[in-house]
């Protein structure tokens, strides 16, 4: 009888034993796939996040829509870095910069990434990454630029469109009723004062010197160096790799490992792409890259009502 009950005991033990390490290994494997340890089967995953066109603020939206939108953008970014999965995010920015508010928004939140989600960010510059392109570039751990990729255009510009003159040929009038003598300066009804075109111009150097912080904090370069290219030209991914403002040239599988090494991905990564693409314009995305039409109106002042833009306009 105490033989037999010594048998029991130990069958118990053993069975317990079995359940607990089994209990581990399903433990190890899941918080592997959590994790992204690249243990096994489960290999770490890479965010791809898309920055494509112009960046205009509010929400992606309508069948026409095109663009980058920073609440969508930002939206997409705050899933992928929420994903325990994510050890690292890579976003491709294909833009020629746009509204500064959207843009600074944008550069924000994925400091924010790096910084409180702790998960690098590597950003792989395509056909262009100019203007507020760039602005957004310069808050990745790392950039990854394509030799001939165009990029940089530091700078900053408001563009008010006058037709006054084609009011008077039509024979139409505007009677303008305001509280301030700045109020309508952007109506584009009469040709700007003196005055009013030295204030337009202090809000673009305030703006243009926050830019330039940006770019010196986030590449951690001094601000006399940036001055000295920060004059809206325009430079191939060689010349900024020769400037400070890119750290390699490469291709998207080179910003990819990159990211996978900075997240402590072991073996190849697996990708999970972010970007949802909505309305006709999201269909036809693929047939092309960014054409004049699609920054024509913030160009010329149609569309952003006399807005700050971090843009470049040489299309």
Known sequence: MTVRRGCLWALIVLVGLIVL????????????????????????????VEVDGVIQSGEQGGLFSSGTFSRTLISQLDRARRRPNVRAIVIRVNSPGGDAVASDEIYREIRRTRQEFNKPVVVYMESLAASGGYYISAAADRVVANPNTLTGS????????????LLNKVGIKVYVFRSGAFKDTTSGTRPLRPDEEALMQELVNQAYQRFVDVVAEGRHLPRDRVLQIADGRILT????????????????????????????????????????????????????TISPPAVAGPIWGFENGGSLMYLYTGF
Request: glycine share 20%; proline share 3%; no cysteine.
């Open 154 to 165: 530091i700078g900053v510009i408001i563009t008010i469109p006058t037709y006054d003159e």
């Open 21 to 48: 390490a089994g209990a581990f290994m399903v433990g190890v494997l899941v918080g592997a796939a959590l994790t992204g340890g690249g243990l096994l089967w489960f290999p770490g995953t890479v965010a791809v």
């Open 237 to 288: 991914g060689s010349q900024a790799k020769e400037a400070g403002l890119v750290d390699e040239l490469g291709d998207f599988r080179r910003a990819v490992q990159l990211a996978a090494e900075l997240g402590g991905i072991r073996g190849e990564p697996r990708l999970q792409n972010f970007r949802q693409r909505t309305g006709l314009a999201g269909l036809l995305g693929s047939l092309g």
